[in-house]
Every structure is written in structure tokens, then in C-alpha cells.
Nanobody, 124 residues
Framework: QLQLVESGGGLVQPGGSLRLSCVVAGFTSDYYAIGWFRQAPGKEREGVSCISSSDGSTYYAESVKGRFTISRDNAKNTVYLQMNSLKPEDTAVYYC?????????????????WGQGTQVTVSS
């Protein structure tokens, strides 16, 4: 059973930066993808970015492309989401999630394991 724990959320002013971390434990396969998702009040969960374990390839939603960067530290079993040039519309609870396989996807339904979420608030 995979376990995922997010951290790094908080309050930041527009234009500021935050780095989210997702520590993952319990892998039973070398082939998996880790995704970051977010959900704002009254809105559906939205895929933000994902990274594949097989080749480190990444994928981003258009709304964050050029501002957010996903990366991984295999030695620490940690995936990061560096968020720059934050906007008020980035305010949401951010979740990391995992699924086994080679598919990179931002479809939440493809992910089987989820963290508890961390709040990101962008406000002046």
C-alpha cells in the first residue's frame, strides 16, 4: 500500500513562490507516475503536473506551464512541485497522488493512491 504525505503549503502573496513536497513510501513496482492535483472550493479536482518514474518525463496543465516545475529526488522518495509567479487563482488544496504503470496523465481517476492534501493560499 503506497502512502503519500504532502507538505509545504501556506500563505503567499501574489507573485511569490512555494515548494510543495510529497514523500512516498511503499512502492512495489519501479514503474509508476506521481501527479499533483488541486481542488479549490466549489470546483472539481484539477490535474496540475505529473512525472513518470521510468524516464523522468513530465507533463503540465496549460494553466501552470512555465510557472510550476515538478521534480523528483529518488534517494529521498520525494517529488517536489516548485510553484513560482503564484496567482490568486492558484489558491486550492494541493494533493499528490500515485498510480502504477507507464502512463503520464492528469486524469484524477487514473490515480489509486492519494495524500491528505496541503492548503495553498495566494492572497495579499
Amino acid at each position: 500500500q503506497l502512502q503519500l504525505v504532502e507538505s509545504g503549503g501556506g500563505l503567499v502573496q501574489p507573485g511569490g513562490s512555494l515548494r510543495l513536497s510529497c514523500v512516498v513510501a511503499g512502492f512495489t513496482s519501479d514503474y509508476y507516475a506521481i501527479g499533483w492535483f488541486r481542488q479549490a472550493p466549489g470546483k472539481e479536482r484539477e490535474g496540475v503536473s505529473c512525472i513518470s518514474s521510468s524516464d523522468g518525463s513530465t507533463y503540465y496543465a496549460e494553466s501552470v506551464k512555465g510557472r510550476f516545475t515538478i521534480s523528483r529526488d529518488n534517494a529521498k522518495n520525494t517529488v517536489y512541485l516548485q510553484m513560482n509567479s503564484l496567482k490568486p487563482e492558484d489558491t486550492a488544496v494541493y494533493y499528490c497522488a500515485a498510480h502504477y504503470g507507464l502512463v503520464r496523465t492528469l486524469l484524477a481517476g487514473m490515480y489509486d493512491y492519494w495524500g491528505q492534501g496541503t492548503q495553498v493560499t495566494v492572497s495579499s
